[in-house]
């Protein structure tokens, strides 16, 4: 990359399969990826990578944008030898997709855009969010990041996925963090979204408070070619409703 960032990925599954990369949510890492890849194995060959200031991926500098974000997609492919590939984005990784289907269509085959919207909150809620992870940390926004991503009866059901989560969050660089809250905030594609050309499948969750299931609709209405699927989750259906999502991709990504 130009700034010197260094994007961590990785390359699972057969050579000469379809392509899909995935693109995770704000302070989580490509690991929430891990039980829909298992059940997309040998159909795909799978890249995944973190967002930068995430996981194995660092954060030169404080401030970035979405291009920015969708600038180390293109990269990730360039040093993967691939050309094309389907796209799925969650949150922050929505955002991303849309970018990247407004600047870089020619990279993209199918695009899948679950728990997330055109504009995600508004510019107050974030500079809240980043001021406290500044000053207090990470470990000021786990509780409360955790009971938005994981319904209660999934947190109840499942207490050490819950508990990796927490680290997960524990573990994300601050700086980073904050920076991609700023590109959220920022990021703003409701009168691009009649522009995107790529065959849309855009995923919700019915219990997300976070991404609400109106701003998926709003998507699916905005894009020309979109369909939509709603699961019975909150923010992360990719982890809470896995088997499901998976299948909604399989789906989709198979259609002529």
């Known amino acids: 990359m130009a700034d010197r960032a260094r994007i961590a990925w990785r390359s699972d599954g057969p050579p000469g399969r379809p392509v899909v990369v995935f693109s995770n949510s704000l302070g989580s890492t490509w690991l929430l990826w891990d039980e829909v890849v298992e059940r997309l194995a040998g159909r795909y060959r799978v890249i995944r990578y973190d967002q930068r200031g995430h996981g194995g991926s660092t954060a030169p500098g ?14 990730v492919l360039d040093q993967a030898g691939v050309a094309r590939a389907h796209f799925c984005g969650i949150s922050l990784g929505g955002l991303t997709g849309q970018w990247l289907a407004r600047h870089a269509p020619e990279r993209l085959d199918r695009l899948v855009l679950a728990n997330t919207g055109a504009k995600i909150g508004e510019a107050a809620f974030w500079d809240a969010r980043i001021a ?45 963090y904050a920076a991609c809250c700023a590109a959220v905030r920022d990021a703003d594609f409701r009168d691009q979204l009649a522009m995107i050309a790529a065959p849309t499948l855009v995923i919700a969750g019915s219990e997300d408070v976070a991404t609400p299931p109106e701003l998926g ?36 990504f198979s259609r002529t």
């Open 132 to 176: 406290t992870v500044r000053s207090e940390g990470m470990g000021a926004v786990v509780d409360g990041l955790l009971s938005r991503w994981f319904t209660e009866r999934f947190r109840a059901a499942n207490p050490k996925l819950i508990a990796r989560y927490g680290a997960m969050l524990i573990g994300c660089d601050p700086v980073g």
């Open 217 to 252: 609709r709003a998507l699916a209405a905005g894009i020309p070619s979109a369909a939509m699927v709603t699961l019975p989750a909150a923010h992360l259906s990719c982890v809470e409703q896995a088997p499901a999502f998976a299948d909604a991709l399989v789906d989709f």
């Open 62 to 75: 404080e401030a970035w944008s979405i291009a920015t974000l969708g600038a180390d997609v293109v990269s």
